[in-house]
């Protein structure tokens, strides 16, 4: 079960702190405090597949056990939470398949997947339109929100169609506005992510789902990302913030109805409980060995790759001059596992 600690901390953030206490602070990080914790500023978009592990780590007090306070703030997009990151006000950003846009930019660095967003982003057709699967997408109006997830899995689709993008009339609204219009009628196909899909079901229930990420094996990974500053100067928090992710992920893949119970409750402006168990459903959760795995084989590497290349297909990267293998970390996630 996942448990908050109160007591017991005190001798690990101890222990930390002499560690810290030696280190110079970058710009972004707090000093060590009088309890012997060190502040990391994380920011985060409240959505059930992303901000799992990090409030399971918060309520549980693995952040503590690694001489860690985190300090957060929500964003409503993973692109506003990457310009606060690069621009310095935050540490780490917990965020969406951004991860595969302003690190290719040289604009910080992956420390940590989460899981995979498999049915979260979904292709939806009018009754009326008469498409009924992705290979009748020519000559349709598509509402989507540019740059997003959603947006990117629509490109897989069109190419997995043979489509050319100039073949459809785009229509790049934000993700509440895609959903309205598509169910009042304005445009014939939504690309959106849930918990959306549950206003068109009940407003638009003969709504045809056309595609999903899974149907499409189009790989949408969110995670942790780590400004430049912090990474390269206090990689011993890097390794903290690592640590508590996997404690947390193992609690999460053990029991993640009690999980669901932890984090839920933290993004209730967002959404209700219902939504959020409904959301996270929707994705994959691997164990701590799948995904050093994953890491060791280029599994992860590969992921990015694919999430990188449909960014800039559909011009949304402008000068990308890395590669994954240069700003994703696939050692720490193996260096820290058990150790």
Request: aromatic fraction near 8%; include cysteine.
């Amino acid at each position: 079960m996942i448990t908050t600690r109160t007591t017991a901390l005190a001798a690990a953030a101890a222990a930390a702190a002499l560690t810290l206490a030696g280190c110079a602070g970058s710009p972004e990080t707090a000093p060590v405090s009088e309890d012997g914790l060190t502040t990391v500023k994380v920011g985060y978009i409240p959505g059930a597949h992303d901000v799992a592990q990090l409030f399971v780590a918060d309520e549980a007090g693995y952040f503590a056990d690694q001489g860690i306070r985190i300090e957060t703030t929500a964003f409503q997009t993973g692109i506003s939470l990457s310009q606060a990151l690069t621009g310095g006000s935050l540490d780490v950003g917990v965020m969406g398949a951004v991860v595969a846009n302003f690190p290719a930019k040289g604009q910080g660095h992956v420390i940590v997947l989460n899981n995979q967003q498999t049915d979260v982003h979904q292709i939806w057709a009018a009754p009326d339109s008469g498409i009924t699967s992705i290979d009748d997408l020519e000559g349709s109006t598509v509402a989507t929100t540019s740059g997003t997830a959603s947006d990117l899995v629509l490109q897989v689709a069109l190419d997995r169609a043979e489509i050319s993008r100039d073949d459809v009339e785009m229509v790049n609204l934000e993700m509440p506005a895609v959903a309205n219009t598509f169910v009042t009628g304005g445009v014939d196909v939504a690309s959106l992510w849930a918990p959306f899909d549950q206003q068109v079901t009940e407003i638009m229930p003969d709504a045809n789902l056309i595609a999903s990420a899974a149907d499409l094996d189009a790989p949408i990974s969110g995670g942790w990302v780590s400004s430049n500053g912090f990474y390269e100067d206090r990689p011993e928090l890097v390794q903290g913030m690592v640590r508590a992710w996997q404690e947390a992920n193992t609690d999460i893949v053990n029991d993640p109805d009690s999980a669901l119970d932890v984090f839920c409750p933290r993004i209730a402006e967002n959404m209700d409980q219902e939504q959020c168990e409904s959301l996270y459903a929707r994705t994959e959760a691997y164990t701590n060995d799948e995904w050093a795995k994953f890491y060791q084989d280029g599994t992860v590497l590969r992921w990015i790759g694919t999430m990188q290349s449909t960014f800039e297909d559909i011009g949304a990267l402008e000068g990308a001059e890395l590669q994954p293998e240069d700003y994703v970390d696939t050692t720490t996630f193996l260096d820290v596992l058990d150790d």
